[in-house]
Structures are given as C-alpha cells and as structure tokens.
C-alpha cells in the first residue's frame, strides 16, 4: 500500500492578510486529495532566535516541531515575501534551524515567487544558497515565478484567478510527483 506524498507548506510572512499566506492557502485548496497531502506550518511565529548553543539534542519544543514536521513531509514548498533584498529574518531564522538537522537533506524543494514583476530575486538566492547548505533537493521545475496582486484574494483568503489557481496546481503537482517518486508524472496533472 502506497502513502500519497505529504506536501509541507512553509509561508516566510508573518503579516496577517499576507499575499503569500494566501498562495499557500490556495495551494492547499487545490490540491486534489486524492493525488496528495498538504498541511501549512504555523510555527513561524514562535520559533526562537537561532543559537548554535542551543542546536542540541535538547532542542527548544518549537523548533522540534519544526523539525518533526519538515522529517513528516515528502516535500516542502515555500512562499515567501522579499525584504531588503533577501528573506525576512524571521524566515531566515527557520531556515537556520533546519541547517543543524538532517530532516531536510535531500528532500524536494520548491518555491513560489509572487512578487510583482522585477522582485523577489533576491529571496530566491539567498532561499537557494541556504537549502543548498541544507542538503535539500530543489525541483527546479517546481520553481515558479506567479506574480499575485492584493487584488486577486477573495473574502475567503484564497485567491480567485483561475489563470493563478491552475499555475499553483501545476507547481504543487511537479513537487508532488517528484517527491513520490513519479517522473513519469505530467505537469498539470495535479
């Protein structure tokens, strides 16, 4: 009996009403369930500032859960918003947790980039060099550029557009197909 791919959803913004919060909703709400899992992470807020020191077998509850539930998934997926022309620090304060541990090595990786057109470069290098020193496999395909204006969430939190709708479906089941093991998994076919 096979398991479906556990897809973990990690969102870089702590701002309510954030615009990559709702592509990681939508995301989750696309995803055919019977094809796979996605589940948010929600800790973002309350992991503590990084410490080697503290990097122990006794690590702080937050950043175990971190840990347990990035050791859970088959694949992480990102949407994270660019600040000063690199990740926000708090996300970057997740990531570095992740550096210690083995959870993340060699698992798939992928992101979203919804800045408008001409930004977020910047958090996707610093996101590529930071999983590069985390071991994880990044699906490069699975990497998109979507910008999604404010404009295109409904009063749900999700995003409307069918056009953005089908792309993050597409981007989901690359990861997805690709964290299972299918590579004979067509795109779109999320």
């Known amino acids: 009996m096979s398991t479906l791919p556990l897809i973990l959803l990690l969102s870089g913004s702590l701002r309510a009403g954030s615009t990559n919060e709702a592509v990681l909703r939508t995301v989750h709400a696309v995803a055919p369930p019977a094809r796979m899992r996605a589940v948010m992470y929600d800790g973002l807020a309350k992991l503590p500032h990084f410490n080697p020191d503290d990097d ?5 509850a937050p950043v175990s859960e971190l840990r347990a539930a990035i050791d859970g998934a088959t694949g992480i997926l990102i949407c994270t918003p660019e600040y000063a022309g690199t990740l926000p620090g708090s996300f970057k304060n997740l990531l570095d947790w992740t550096v210690g541990g083995t959870e ?3 698992k798939p990786v992928a992101w979203i980039n919804a800045a408008a057109p001409g930004r ?3 958090a996707e ?3 590529r060099t930071v999983l590069g020193y ?3 496999h ?6 998109v550029k ?3 204006g404010r404009g295109t969430t409904g009063r749900d939190g999700l995003i409307d557009d069918p056009e953005i709708r089908r792309q993050l479906g597409n981007a989901l ?3 997805a197909a690709t964290a299972s093991g299918d590579r004979t998994a067509a795109p779109g076919r999320a």
């Open 134 to 136: 985390t071991g994880a």
């Open 120 to 122: 977020g470069q910047g």
């Open 173 to 175: 089941g690359i990861l």
């Open 56 to 60: 122990t077998d006794s690590l702080p």
């Open 146 to 148: 979507i910008p999604v």
């Open 125 to 127: 290098a610093t996101l």
């Open 138 to 143: 990044i699906v490069e395909s699975a990497c």
């Open 104 to 106: 993340i090595c060699d």
